[in-house]
């Protein structure tokens, strides 16, 4: 295996020649040759539904329009899309040079979206795995609410950007946006009994 010599932002690629490293890259390479197979067999399983009676199909019962299976789904497909990222930046057959540090943030992308996914799954008690779940919704509406915040008020201190008349309209679509979600979340918290108060709501 080898890496061209140039230099790029001050960053000098070279030949990878040690034998461990060699072996790890190895190793690296059958573990992400495993992963069209992987792929494969997660897109045949994403499109069935729950089967009816199923411990899924009570959870979505029991998480409302917010369903448990849904956020799964996405959890899953977010680990699939970068695992099928990280076999681009590392091809498991042919030439290949290793980035420098973006493979990492690839993979680490895929574990904790597969990590989230288990977490929720986990539990026996079904409440458990509901309320993991909307624990979780709360995480991501809270994320989403604060990343619109930054980008108006980015907007709100630079007129040039000609976009000014529209901040009115986008805050009170914000402020509509998560009162329909946490009114969503709150409302499943009360239907398996988990207290609505708290840090998460």
Known sequence: MTDNTRDYAGIRQVTIT??????????????????????????????????????MALDDTASGWRQVSHGITQQLHHAADTLRALTVLIPPE???????????????????????????????????RVHRHI?????????????????????????????????DKGRKQTKAWKSKHVSQIRACARRIGVPVAGTCF
């Open 18 to 55: 040690d034998k461990d490293d060699l072996t790890t890259v190895a190793a690296l390479r059958a573990r992400l040759a495993l992963v069209p197979v992987a792929l494969e067999r997660w897109d045949r399983i994403a499109k069935i539904p729950p089967k009816a009676g199923s411990q």
């Open 94 to 128: 042919g030439p290949l040079t290793i980035p420098y540090v973006a493979h990492y943030a690839v993979a680490r992308s895929a574990l904790e979206a597969a990590s989230l996914a288990l977490w929720i799954l986990t539990p026996d008690d079904p409440r458990l």
């Open 135 to 167: 624990r979780n919704a709360w995480r991501e509406v809270s994320a989403d609410a604060e990343l619109t915040a930054a980008a108006m008020k980015a907007v709100a201190a630079d007129p040039a950007m000609g976009l000014t008349a529209m901040l």
